[in-house]
Nanobody
Framework: QVQLVESGGGLVQTGGSLRLSCAAS????????MGWYRQAPGKQRELVAS???????NYADSVKGRFTISRDNAKNTVYLQMNSLKPEDTAVYYC?????????WGQGTQVTVSS
């Protein structure tokens, strides 16, 4: 069983920054992919950024140059540094890990960007 615990969401003004963290626990394979998704009201969940354990990253076009994903493999923790936030970044942000081919999700953390 794998559990993900997210933290770091909140309310911020346009142009501000937030840092999300997600710690995975349980039987974690050393080769895995961790990432962040988000879901705004009335919209589908979408990929924000992902990062493999060997350093390959992928970003949504809408966040390139503003968001940075990183991870600490020793702690099975992934981070999302979000800068230059915009109101359209408002959503519930979910952490996901692909571990032994299975998807595990966190409970989500709310990010609200006020204009």
């Amino acid at each position: 069983q794998v559990q993900l615990v997210e933290s770091g969401g909140g309310l911020v003004q346009t142009g501000g920054s937030l840092r999300l963290s997600c710690a995975a626990s349980g039987h974690i394979f050393s080769i895995n992919t961790m990432g962040w998704y988000r879901q705004a009201p009335g919209k589908q969940r979408e990929l924000v950024a992902s990062l493999t354990s060997y350093g390959s990253s992928n970003y949504a076009d809408s966040v390139k140059g503003r968001f940075t994903i990183s991870r600490d493999n020793a702690k099975n923790t992934v981070y999302l540094q979000m800068n230059s936030l915009k109101p359209e970044d408002t959503a519930v942000y979910y952490c996901k890990i692909i571990n032994f081919g299975a998807n595990y999700w966190g409970q989500g953390t709310q990010v609200t960007v006020s204009s």
